[in-house]
């Protein structure tokens, strides 16, 4: 089964706003097997909208539409809809019924003509009902097509998706099983990862295809089964799994989307039931973001002082003025201060600090631009490392961050194992 994803927006278009919609939509296909084919932007405009259609038509099985579902004149798709299947617009009593409840019950207003207008939708249409918002889903079919149109706003529609979309493929449409696994490597760039695994690489199965999804520093290596034997394609792919993990173990830290590195530092430091801070110049805060980003963080993240400019690193960690103007801002012997500092600081088994020169100018250090010292303060020793990382600026932010949370794992593992 395939699918076309489309969303409708002039907004889009010109970069306002991000298109978050289609990501949540395709992930919820693939997870029922309905393969997302293309993804479409276009504009509020009835022909490029109709024609858009057209081409679609009979070479997917399902087109889902967000966007243009509002009461007011720029949005257009229920009228466009009308005339791609030749319908009118009626008025559904459910839908009206939910709007008059939401607008004068909840929100405690007169129901007004274009609030009304919500509940218009096409005379032959399969009426989705969204009980978070006013603008129903609509679900038609044309030949061997399926069109579906969902309100743009992601919390009305997501609700649609979940509650209305899939419920009903997985009830009309017999699927084929698609099953992804993830593996997270961190430490080893694209290409080194491709020639450690490349003859387990030409040795998978036919119908098991490898993605190579890289980051800076760090490579996530996503298998995909496609099958019609489900415990078939979950073997396969264990399989497949166990004999990679045998070969590049040493850089496997997690697997499955939610297993990221700063996930599984929070496993390992909830386990030893130690904590962590930091204290931040270069990365301004980014290491501080991802550790918090876990729930349950706040078990083993004390926090983070964002240290950005000299004066924070003397006034607020206490770092000596002499210690900077003998070494510079920038180098091996501050970073270690500044890990010591807001360990001692908020009274943490471990501390990461950072330094560094992320460009584009050298600002208040000599140090290279791209040049970042990160230091690691454990609870019997002081570790730190040196890198360049080159330009651009957030290239070097980014490989700071990353970096720095895998010598943290490092070391944690030395414990654990």
Request: hydrophobic share 40%.
């Amino acid at each position: 089964m395939k699918a076309t994803i489309i969303t409708i927006g002039d907004e889009i278009l010109i970069g306002q706003i991000i298109d978050t919609n289609s990501g949540f939509i395709a992930k919820s296909l693939d997870r029922i097997g309905v393969e997302v084919t293309e993804m479409i932007s276009i504009s509020d405009d009835k022909k490029h909208i109709l024609d858009t259609f057209a081409q679609l038509q009979n070479k997917v099985d399902i087109v889902i539409v967000t966007g243009g579902l509002g009461p007011t004149k720029d949005d257009v798709t229920k009228k466009t809809f009308c005339e791609y299947f030749d319908d009118e617009l009626v008025v559904n009593p459910e839908v009206l019924a939910h709007v008059t409840q939401l607008i004068e019950g909840f929100y405690k207003r007169p129901i007004s003509q274009l609030n009304k207008d919500q509940a218009l939708v096409p005379s032959t249409c399969t009426v989705l009902h969204n009980q978070v918002g006013t603008a129903p889903g609509m679900w038609m079919k044309k030949e061997n097509t399926v069109f579906v149109s969902l309100p743009g706003v992601p919390y009305e529609m997501k609700y649609l998706v979940e509650e209305e979309i899939i419920p009903k493929i997985v009830r009309e449409y017999k699927r084929p099983y698609i099953i992804h696994k993830t593996i997270l490597t961190y430490g080893q760039g694209e290409s080194l990862v491709a020639e450690r695994i490349e003859e387990w690489e030409n040795n998978l199965p036919d119908f098991i295809k490898l993605a190579y999804l890289p980051n800076p520093g760090r490579v996530r290596l996503r298998l995909t089964a496609r099958g019609t034997d489900k415990e078939q394609l979950e073997k396969a792919i264990e399989d497949s799994v166990q004999s990679l993990d045998a070969i590049i173990h040493d850089i496997i830290v997690g697997y499955e989307e939610n297993e990221t590195i700063e996930t599984v530092i929070g496993k390992l430091l909830s386990k030893q039931n130690k904590t962590i801070s930091t204290a931040e110049s270069c990365t301004g805060g980014r290491i501080a973001s991802l550790l918090s980003s876990v729930p349950g963080s706040s078990k083993y993240f004390s926090g983070s002082v964002v240290s950005y400019a000299t004066e924070a690193k003397v006034n607020v960690l206490g770092i000596s003025q002499d210690l900077i103007d003998q070494y510079s801002v920038v180098s091996a012997q501050v970073a270690s201060a500044m890990a010591l500092s807001v360990k001692e600081m908020l009274k943490t088994d471990y501390a990461i600090a950072t330094t560094g020169n992320a460009g584009p100018s050298k600002g208040e250090s000599d140090a290279e631009i791209g040049a970042v010292f990160i230091a690691l303060a454990t609870p019997d020793d002081i570790i730190v490392e040196e890198f360049n990382f080159g330009q651009p600026r957030e290239k070097v932010i980014d490989r700071a961050t990353i970096k720095s949370l895998e010598i943290l794992q490092k070391e944690i593992l030395k414990i654990v194992q």
